[in-house]
């Protein structure tokens, strides 16, 4: 018998999974660059928060624009600060340039993966990522993840570390705030391991056997009610050090 699995139903798209994107603040992005303006200049009108980011949003309004374009926040920053943007832009907190004109060791965020799509890497609050080399038509950037991305020159970051660091280290306390922090991105709260779960919900689940372990791997064509865990992995196992 089929299993109505949970990354199933979230796939839906129904309302109980839909991100209730008509209370976010609107779309971040870095500004749209202009071929005859090397250098565009904005001002912080407001620091707000959208529950759809975690990390404190500014509005700037650039060259005396009645439009304001809505940014990520770095750390230090504050009303009436000015942001620029172009490759003659100077390096600082808050300044957005080409990968090609950062210096190497410089922490950036939001960093473009194609030239001209707003940033798309770096963008959780206390993140960052440093330029650590530049070759012929390529700059690595270590990730806050520690692996090292290549990128076109042409991407262009934000210079500085996104704010609202620390904001893991107070904990919760107690399941109801858990619970309201989720529901405000519509997250699926709590979380039910698939061993507990019984056997027509989960491939998992179930107590018949005293060994309630099943194997984590599903072949890549298995039907759609068992494919959990890795789906056909490359490899399993215990990664082991070979010996040189």
């Given amino acids: 018998m089929g299993k109505n699995l949970i990354q199933q139903r979230r796939g839906r ?8 994107s008509h209370r976010y603040k609107g779309k971040v992005s870095h500004v749209a660059m202009k071929l005859d303006i090397p250098v565009m200049s904005g001002v912080i009108k407001d620091i707000s928060h959208c529950p759809g ?15 304001r374009i809505l940014m990520i926040a770095p750390e230090g920053v504050r009303v009436g600060d000015v942001i620029s943007a172009g490759e003659e832009a100077e390096v600082k907190v808050g300044n957005i340039l080409p990968l090609k004109n950062v210096p190497i ?28 080399s530049k070759s012929k038509g390529k700059v690595f950037v270590m990730l806050p993840s ?53 056997a027509v919900d989960h491939p998992f689940g179930g ?31 215990r990664k082991r050090r070979s010996r040189d």
Avoid: W
């Avoid at 798209?13 to 209730?20: D, E, H, L, Q, Y």
């Avoid at 950036?108 to 890497?121: A, M, R, W």
């Fill in 13 to 20: 798209g129904t309302s109980v999974f839909r991100a209730p």
């Fill in 53 to 67: 980011h975690s990390s404190p949003l500014v509005e700037v309004s650039f060259n005396d624009s009645s439009e």
């Fill in 105 to 132: 060791g410089t922490d950036i965020y939001n960093i473009e993966s194609q030239p001209g799509d707003g940033g798309k890497f770096v963008r959780s609050s206390g993140a960052s990522a440093k330029v650590m």
């Fill in 146 to 198: 520690k692996k090292q991305k290549e990128f076109h020159p042409g991407c262009r970051a934000s210079i500085g570390v996104v704010a609202g660091g620390g904001r893991k280290e107070k904990p919760f306390y107690k399941a109801g705030r858990k619970y309201h922090a989720m529901k405000a991105k519509n997250k699926y709260y709590p979380k039910t391991s698939a061993q507990s779960m019984n």
């Fill in 207 to 237: 107590s018949s056997s005293s060994n309630k372990g099943r194997p984590t791997t599903a072949p890549r064509f298995a039907p759609a009610g068992r494919k959990v865990g890795m789906i056909s992995p490359r490899r399993t196992g």
